[in-house]
Nanobody, 120 residues
């Protein structure tokens, strides 16, 4: 049973930074997704098991950075220059196999989510 536990969410102002963390067990390609009220869950970023490959949604490219520390079994999402439209519940996800996929269906394991709210 894969367990994913997110932390680090909160309320910040536009332009601020926030770093999310996700603790996991096992060796998986990891991803971050987010879901705003009334919207579908969308891809944010993903990272390969060895960190040699990453993928980002266009909406966060240049502002967000995904990283991982396999020794600590943790994956991170550094979010800079936050905007009100980044407000959402952020989910950590894990998938078997290679490929920094953006498709939600490829991820079989999910955390409970952490709320990020960006005020204007």
């Amino acid at each position: 049973q894969v367990q994913l536990v997110e932390s680090g969410g909160g309320l910040v102002q536009a332009g601020d930074s926030l770093k999310l963390s996700c603790a996991f067990s096992g060796r998986y390609t990891m991803g971050w997704f987010r879901q705003a009220p009334g919207k579908e869950r969308e891809f944010v970023a993903s990272i390969s098991t060895s960190s040699d490959s990453t993928n980002y949604a266009d909406s966060v490219k240049g502002r967000f950075t995904i990283s991982r520390d396999n020794a600590k079994n943790a994956v991170y999402l550094q979010m800079d220059s936050l905007k009100p439209e980044d407000t959402a519940v952020y989910y950590c996800a894990a998938k078997l196999g290679a490929g920094v996929d953006y498709r939600r269906a490829e991820y079989g394991y999910w955390g409970q989510g952490t709320q990020v709210t960006v005020s204007s």
